[in-house]
T-cell receptor, first 114, second 113 residues
Framework: DTAVSQTPKYLVTQMGNDKSIKCEQNLGHDTMYWYKQDSKKFLKIMFSYNNKELIINETVPNRFSPKSPDKAHLNLHINSLELGDSAVYFC?????WGSGEKLFFGSGTQLSVL | DQQVKQNSPSLSVQEGRISILNCDYTNSMFDYFLWYKKYPAEGPTFLISISSIKDKNEDGRFTVFLNKSAKHLSLHIVPSQPGDSAVYFCAAFPGAGSYQLTFGKGTKLSVIP
Protein backbone atom coordinates (compact mmCIF):
# COMPACT_ATOMS: atom_id res chain seq x y z
CA ASP A 1 0.00 0.00 0.00
CA THR A 2 2.06 2.90 -1.35
CA ALA A 3 2.24 5.95 0.92
CA VAL A 4 2.93 8.54 -1.79
CA SER A 5 2.03 7.49 -5.30
CA GLN A 6 2.51 9.46 -8.47
CA THR A 7 1.54 8.71 -12.06
CA PRO A 8 2.74 8.25 -14.66
CA LYS A 9 6.17 6.83 -13.91
CA TYR A 10 7.46 7.73 -17.37
CA LEU A 11 6.25 10.47 -19.64
CA VAL A 12 7.63 11.06 -23.13
CA THR A 13 6.16 13.92 -25.08
CA GLN A 14 6.84 16.49 -27.79
CA MET A 15 7.78 20.11 -27.24
CA GLY A 16 4.79 22.40 -26.96
CA ASN A 17 2.46 19.78 -25.50
CA ASP A 18 0.60 20.10 -22.20
CA LYS A 19 0.89 17.29 -19.66
CA SER A 20 -0.11 16.50 -16.09
CA ILE A 21 1.43 14.43 -13.31
CA LYS A 22 -0.79 13.21 -10.51
CA CYS A 23 0.16 12.63 -6.90
CA GLU A 24 -1.73 11.13 -3.99
CA GLN A 25 -0.69 10.45 -0.40
CA ASN A 26 -2.51 8.20 2.06
CA LEU A 27 -0.51 9.21 5.12
CA GLY A 28 -2.92 11.87 6.33
CA HIS A 29 -0.20 14.52 5.99
CA ASP A 30 -1.02 18.21 5.85
CA THR A 31 1.74 19.28 3.48
CA MET A 32 2.65 18.18 -0.02
CA TYR A 33 5.50 19.18 -2.32
CA TRP A 34 6.80 18.95 -5.84
CA TYR A 35 10.55 18.55 -6.29
CA LYS A 36 12.54 18.51 -9.51
CA GLN A 37 15.73 16.54 -9.98
CA ASP A 38 17.58 18.00 -12.93
CA SER A 39 20.40 16.59 -15.05
CA LYS A 40 22.93 17.70 -12.44
CA LYS A 41 21.10 15.52 -9.91
CA PHE A 42 20.10 18.35 -7.60
CA LEU A 43 16.74 17.92 -5.90
CA LYS A 44 15.08 21.33 -5.79
CA ILE A 45 11.74 22.32 -4.39
CA MET A 46 9.20 23.74 -6.81
CA PHE A 47 5.98 24.06 -4.84
CA SER A 48 4.55 23.32 -1.43
CA TYR A 49 0.92 23.13 -0.39
CA ASN A 50 -0.28 23.10 3.17
CA ASN A 51 -3.89 22.06 3.67
CA LYS A 52 -4.65 22.81 0.01
CA GLU A 53 -3.11 26.30 0.26
CA LEU A 54 -0.05 27.24 -1.78
CA ILE A 55 2.80 28.02 0.62
CA ILE A 56 5.87 27.98 -1.59
CA ASN A 57 6.28 28.85 -5.19
CA GLU A 58 9.95 28.87 -6.00
CA THR A 59 11.29 30.44 -9.16
CA VAL A 60 9.40 28.20 -11.50
CA PRO A 61 8.01 29.28 -14.90
CA ASN A 62 4.29 29.96 -14.77
CA ARG A 63 3.87 27.20 -17.34
CA PHE A 64 3.95 24.97 -14.25
CA SER A 65 0.71 25.06 -12.29
CA PRO A 66 0.04 22.92 -9.23
CA LYS A 67 -3.49 21.99 -8.28
CA SER A 68 -4.56 20.61 -4.92
CA PRO A 69 -8.19 19.42 -5.01
CA ASP A 70 -7.87 18.14 -1.44
CA LYS A 71 -5.26 17.53 1.22
CA ALA A 72 -4.35 14.12 -0.16
CA HIS A 73 -3.73 15.18 -3.74
CA LEU A 74 -1.31 17.55 -5.44
CA ASN A 75 -1.20 17.44 -9.21
CA LEU A 76 1.26 19.22 -11.47
CA HIS A 77 0.19 20.56 -14.82
CA ILE A 78 2.78 21.75 -17.31
CA ASN A 79 1.86 23.84 -20.35
CA SER A 80 3.89 24.30 -23.52
CA LEU A 81 6.58 21.82 -22.58
CA GLU A 82 10.18 22.74 -23.40
CA LEU A 83 13.31 20.62 -23.81
CA GLY A 84 14.67 21.99 -20.53
CA ASP A 85 11.71 20.59 -18.64
CA SER A 86 13.14 17.10 -19.05
CA ALA A 87 13.88 15.89 -15.54
CA VAL A 88 12.59 13.60 -12.83
CA TYR A 89 9.74 15.11 -10.83
CA PHE A 90 9.13 13.88 -7.30
CA CYS A 91 6.04 14.40 -5.23
CA UNK A 92 6.48 14.36 -1.45
CA UNK A 93 4.50 14.89 1.71
CA UNK A 94 5.21 15.69 5.35
CA UNK A 95 3.21 15.74 8.57
CA UNK A 96 3.41 19.49 9.01
CA TRP A 97 4.84 22.49 7.23
CA GLY A 98 7.98 24.17 8.48
CA SER A 99 8.59 21.72 11.29
CA GLY A 100 11.61 19.96 9.82
CA GLU A 101 9.61 16.79 9.56
CA LYS A 102 11.01 14.22 7.25
CA LEU A 103 9.60 14.03 3.77
CA PHE A 104 8.02 10.96 2.23
CA PHE A 105 8.67 10.83 -1.50
CA GLY A 106 6.88 9.22 -4.38
CA SER A 107 8.86 7.10 -6.82
CA GLY A 108 9.23 9.90 -9.34
CA THR A 109 8.04 10.70 -12.85
CA GLN A 110 10.72 10.76 -15.51
CA LEU A 111 9.68 13.39 -18.05
CA SER A 112 11.40 13.41 -21.42
CA VAL A 113 10.58 16.23 -23.80
CA LEU A 114 11.60 15.56 -27.40
CA ASP B 1 25.54 28.40 -5.13
CA GLN B 2 25.68 24.96 -3.54
CA GLN B 3 24.84 25.35 0.11
CA VAL B 4 25.05 21.59 0.69
CA LYS B 5 27.97 19.81 -0.92
CA GLN B 6 28.69 16.16 -1.32
CA ASN B 7 32.05 16.19 -3.00
CA SER B 8 32.34 12.47 -3.63
CA PRO B 9 29.99 11.41 -6.42
CA SER B 10 30.71 7.74 -5.73
CA LEU B 11 32.18 5.40 -3.15
CA SER B 12 32.96 1.66 -3.25
CA VAL B 13 33.30 -0.37 -0.08
CA GLN B 14 33.79 -4.05 0.65
CA GLU B 15 30.93 -5.82 2.39
CA GLY B 16 31.41 -5.84 6.16
CA ARG B 17 33.62 -2.75 6.19
CA ILE B 18 32.69 0.77 7.19
CA SER B 19 31.19 3.22 4.69
CA ILE B 20 31.74 6.91 5.40
CA LEU B 21 29.77 9.44 3.38
CA ASN B 22 30.64 13.09 3.80
CA CYS B 23 28.67 16.30 3.50
CA ASP B 24 29.68 19.94 3.89
CA TYR B 25 27.43 22.96 4.20
CA THR B 26 27.98 26.67 3.94
CA ASN B 27 24.86 28.18 5.48
CA SER B 28 25.33 28.69 9.24
CA MET B 29 21.55 29.03 9.61
CA PHE B 30 21.06 25.31 8.96
CA ASP B 31 20.24 23.59 12.22
CA TYR B 32 18.70 20.28 11.22
CA PHE B 33 20.25 17.72 8.92
CA LEU B 34 18.87 14.62 7.26
CA TRP B 35 20.17 11.76 5.19
CA TYR B 36 18.05 10.15 2.51
CA LYS B 37 18.71 6.94 0.64
CA LYS B 38 17.58 6.40 -2.93
CA TYR B 39 17.41 3.21 -4.96
CA PRO B 40 17.12 3.38 -8.78
CA ALA B 41 13.60 4.15 -10.03
CA GLU B 42 12.41 4.92 -6.51
CA GLY B 43 11.99 8.11 -4.51
CA PRO B 44 14.38 9.06 -1.71
CA THR B 45 13.55 7.53 1.67
CA PHE B 46 14.44 9.07 5.00
CA LEU B 47 17.32 7.36 6.76
CA ILE B 48 18.50 9.34 9.76
CA SER B 49 18.60 12.92 11.02
CA ILE B 50 20.46 15.07 13.50
CA SER B 51 19.73 18.35 15.20
CA SER B 52 22.45 20.96 15.57
CA ILE B 53 22.31 20.63 19.35
CA LYS B 54 23.78 17.16 19.02
CA ASP B 55 27.03 15.91 17.55
CA LYS B 56 26.00 12.31 17.05
CA ASN B 57 22.91 10.29 16.36
CA GLU B 58 22.84 6.53 16.01
CA ASP B 59 20.24 4.18 14.59
CA GLY B 60 21.33 0.59 14.25
CA ARG B 61 24.12 0.35 11.70
CA PHE B 62 23.79 4.03 10.79
CA THR B 63 25.44 6.88 12.68
CA VAL B 64 25.49 10.52 11.70
CA PHE B 65 28.16 12.83 13.10
CA LEU B 66 27.91 16.60 13.05
CA ASN B 67 30.82 19.01 13.41
CA LYS B 68 29.23 22.45 13.52
CA SER B 69 32.47 24.39 13.69
CA ALA B 70 33.66 22.71 10.50
CA LYS B 71 30.17 22.77 8.95
CA HIS B 72 30.60 19.11 8.20
CA LEU B 73 28.56 16.00 8.73
CA SER B 74 29.18 12.39 7.92
CA LEU B 75 27.16 9.20 7.72
CA HIS B 76 28.80 6.00 8.91
CA ILE B 77 27.42 2.61 7.95
CA VAL B 78 28.85 -0.31 9.89
CA PRO B 79 28.97 -3.03 8.75
CA SER B 80 28.17 -2.24 5.14
CA GLN B 81 25.87 -4.65 3.33
CA PRO B 82 25.18 -5.11 -0.40
CA GLY B 83 21.62 -3.85 0.19
CA ASP B 84 23.10 -0.52 1.26
CA SER B 85 24.13 0.13 -2.34
CA ALA B 86 22.19 3.26 -3.26
CA VAL B 87 22.55 7.00 -3.70
CA TYR B 88 22.72 8.87 -0.40
CA PHE B 89 21.56 12.47 -0.22
CA CYS B 90 22.49 14.87 2.53
CA ALA B 91 19.88 17.57 3.24
CA ALA B 92 19.79 20.58 5.52
CA PHE B 93 17.00 22.63 7.02
CA PRO B 94 17.12 26.09 8.62
CA GLY B 95 14.73 25.17 11.39
CA ALA B 96 11.20 25.71 12.58
CA GLY B 97 9.05 27.99 10.47
CA SER B 98 11.06 27.43 7.33
CA TYR B 99 10.28 25.23 4.41
CA GLN B 100 13.59 25.21 2.59
CA LEU B 101 15.07 21.72 2.68
CA THR B 102 18.29 21.95 0.66
CA PHE B 103 19.74 18.79 -0.83
CA GLY B 104 23.24 17.85 -1.91
CA LYS B 105 23.88 16.12 -5.22
CA GLY B 106 24.19 12.71 -3.65
CA THR B 107 26.90 10.06 -3.31
CA LYS B 108 26.48 6.70 -4.98
CA LEU B 109 27.57 3.94 -2.61
CA SER B 110 28.44 0.52 -3.99
CA VAL B 111 28.97 -2.25 -1.47
CA ILE B 112 30.90 -5.09 -3.03
CA PRO B 113 30.10 -8.61 -1.80
Amino acid sequence: DTAVSQTPKYLVTQMGNDKSIKCEQNLGHDTMYWYKQDSKKFLKIMFSYNNKELIINETVPNRFSPKSPDKAHLNLHINSLELGDSAVYFCASSQEWGSGEKLFFGSGTQLSVL
Amino acid sequence: DQQVKQNSPSLSVQEGRISILNCDYTNSMFDYFLWYKKYPAEGPTFLISISSIKDKNEDGRFTVFLNKSAKHLSLHIVPSQPGDSAVYFCAAFPGAGSYQLTFGKGTKLSVIP
